[in-house]
């Protein structure tokens, strides 16, 4: 056992004994998201959301490929670079990442995390290369406004009414390239993680998300602060994936009567890229996209310009299907936690 | 870098430097299972495949929480003891997964390869143990042959007719409790793994998916060979998935082409698990369950007995969802291969 890789008995963390650099990383986002307050930050805009492709569900693989293509690029890497890759998405079947990321050649493991998604590869990918078992990995999460509204809801042409709490999503994919060594141009490094737990508090609404993620995300933030032995002031930022407004008031709330108090330091992806006064996105924005192109275009500037030196990042997931909320499942959340710290 | 974890650049396969221990494992099947060659080896047998569940999600979601349960019993251990849970399972969202696991509390990492799933979360849960990031972790999976042909195919009720080359899913979940530690009761230990590639013939038959899935078979076994330097006699078995007899004869053609004969020792968990003559399932078994539930009763019961001392055990996934088939697009194939060798 590798003491300093582990925290106390009972604990869900990993303090890493070796870091891990994010040595690069690339956004792509459709039109909505290019429109947005971030839209000036991504990498790539799409003119339209079909990105040249004939199904939603292509379009959303060519995000994911353009991503990786993208990040290995700003990294210096070639696929052959890559040892594995840790994909996923929101499709049934992961079908996004499958055709997406086929043609580049690198082993694959698939991640399936709902919207936490990008923490979750983030974490497994951090855990191969500081265990030894790779020296550059990449991973790469997409979610697609179309395939979504398909995968989850109703079709679009049926022009449903969304309710206030309602979020919108994001259709864009975030890829990042994690290495053993500190190459130039590296933005910021992965030193330890928060796995989540399954957080179900009965909630059945699947269009008010962010009210179902939120308890998930106050237990894995509580639970990294006791892990640590931490307080929130030690982060510069607590940066949850896609609550939306209504999921943000739910956490706050949690994490008070936990003790912690982090609202002067927390920001939510999903209220960041939409500006929901004028864009008609209600709560905010979700979906794995949404904190994988937020993460790699404003929240590691943030970090690699100095402006914030450690940062907890907290991707939030509602694990539900059609058929497990036709069927009246509740709608259970999760939210898995990673630290980023600056190279300075 | 810790040189002992790699094998050379650009290959796709650990060898760890610290061995995982297979320290429990458990396996529940449904009733045709139970009534096949290996019924008598499996730990538990449903009565009907409902499980006292009131959707055939439902059941699966109660198989991956039972054979949960059991592993833990039979290694000794609470849910609290292990650190981490890698899970997946075949439905949209992996909702069984969801379900099932939720009420253990146990940090998730949720998994997608398909029907290659048990391998991959073999080989996270490895890497997390053997990184020193986990003392014990469990590993479970699941497939049901009603949850599955309604995700897949066609309605029960529809009644349609099957081909020859396909394969009857199989309702069953293995769980498994690796650990860094050899404890009482221990099977087998994990000492390296080959993560797969996604491998695409083109094939678009979703009723012929041992076909769809041998080449990525061979691809992963003949990279297995060439990264460590070995050949197929040093193996007593080598074990895939869930090709059938269709697929298996395209794996041993496959890697002839590529100079390497398994043929005297290759066995195929979906050839085994049904009686094809008796029991109408066709080409064989398949799904996430398939290959764990023989992975645990009957592939463990041999190594731990010393009658096979170390085994390649090479699940394979079929990378298709029912919008990707509708869509008119390939069912590409994966499979990620773990090397487990006896304790005596």
């Given at each position: 056992?590798?003491e300093?890789?582990?925290?106390?008995?009972?604990?869900?963390?990993?303090?890493?004994?070796?870091?891990?650099?994010?040595?690069?990383?690339?956004?792509?986002?459709?039109?909505?998201?290019?429109?947005?307050?971030?839209?000036?930050?991504?990498?790539?805009?799409?003119?339209?959301?079909?990105?040249?492709?004939?199904?939603?569900?292509?379009a959303?693989?060519?995000?994911?490929?353009?991503?990786?293509?993208?990040?290995?690029?700003?990294?210096?890497?070639?696929?052959e670079d890559?040892?594995?890759?840790?994909?996923?998405?929101?499709?049934?079947?992961?079908?996004?990442?499958?055709?997406?990321?086929?043609?580049?050649?690198?082993?694959?493991?698939?991640?399936?995390?709902?919207?936490?998604t990008?923490?979750?590869?983030?974490?497994?990918?951090?855990?191969?290369?500081?265990?030894?078992?790779?020296?550059?990995?990449?991973?790469?999460?997409?979610?697609?406004?179309?395939?979504?509204?398909?995968?989850?809801?109703?079709?679009?042409?049926?022009?449903?009414?969304?309710?206030?709490?309602?979020?919108?999503?994001?259709?864009?994919?975030?890829?990042?390239?994690?290495?053993?060594?500190?190459?130039?141009?590296?933005?910021?490094?992965?030193?330890?993680?928060?796995?989540?737990?399954?957080?179900?508090?009965?909630?059945?609404?699947?269009l008010?998300?962010?009210?179902?993620?939120?308890?998930?995300?106050?237990?894995?933030?509580?639970?990294?602060f006791?892990?640590?032995?931490?307080?929130?002031?030690?982060?510069?930022?607590?940066?949850?994936?896609?609550?939306?407004?209504?999921?943000?008031?739910?956490?706050?709330?949690?994490?008070?009567?936990?003790?912690?108090?982090?609202?002067?330091?927390?920001?939510?992806?999903?209220?960041?890229?939409?500006?929901?006064?004028?864009?008609?996105?209600?709560?905010?924005?979700?979906?794995c996209?949404?904190?994988?192109?937020?993460?790699?275009?404003?929240?590691?500037?943030?970090?690699?310009?100095?402006?914030?030196?450690?940062?907890?990042?907290?991707?939030?997931?509602?694990?539900?299907?059609?058929?497990?909320?036709?069927?009246?499942?509740?709608?259970?959340?999760?939210?898995?936690?990673?630290?980023?710290?600056?190279?300075?």
């Amino acid at each position: 056992m590798s003491e300093d890789n582990l925290c106390t008995a009972g604990s869900q963390s990993v303090k890493l004994k070796k870091e891990v650099y994010i040595n690069g990383s690339a956004s792509i986002v459709g039109k909505k998201e290019g429109e947005g307050p971030l839209g000036l930050l991504f990498d790539m805009v799409g003119e339209d959301d079909m990105f040249g492709c004939k199904t939603w569900e292509e379009a959303e693989s060519s995000l994911q490929k353009d991503a990786v293509y993208m990040a290995l690029g700003k990294a210096g890497k070639k696929p052959e670079d890559m040892r594995y890759i840790f994909a996923g998405d929101l499709l049934g079947q992961s079908i996004a990442t499958s055709f997406g990321i086929m043609n580049y050649n690198i082993p694959l493991l698939g991640v399936y995390g709902a919207c936490s998604t990008c923490g979750e590869s983030l974490t497994l990918g951090a855990m191969a290369v500081s265990g030894g078992f790779a020296d550059n990995v990449i991973c790469v999460t997409s979610s697609h406004f179309a395939s979504a509204e398909k995968e989850f809801r109703f079709p679009l042409g049926y022009g449903n009414q969304r309710p206030l709490s309602a979020t919108w999503t994001v259709t864009g994919s975030g890829a990042f390239v994690l290495g053993s060594r500190q190459e130039t141009g590296a933005k910021a490094k992965i030193t330890a993680m928060t796995v989540g737990k399954i957080v179900d508090f009965g909630l059945k609404d699947s269009l008010n998300m962010g009210a179902c993620m939120a308890p998930a995300a106050a237990s894995t933030i509580a639970a990294h602060f006791i892990d640590f032995n931490s307080q929130p002031e030690e982060y510069d930022k607590i940066i949850t994936g896609d609550l939306g407004s209504v999921g943000q008031r739910v956490l706050l709330d949690f994490l008070r009567d936990k003790g912690y108090d982090i609202s002067d330091r927390h920001m939510d992806c999903g209220m960041e890229i939409y500006d929901a006064d004028t864009q008609d996105t209600h709560a905010g924005g979700s979906g794995c996209g949404c904190s994988a192109v937020t993460l790699s275009a404003y929240i590691l500037k943030q970090i690699a310009e100095g402006n914030w030196k450690k940062v907890l990042f907290v991707p939030t997931g509602a694990l539900l299907s059609k058929t497990s909320f036709n069927e009246g499942q509740t709608v259970p959340g999760i939210a898995h936690g990673v630290v980023l710290e600056s190279l300075g």
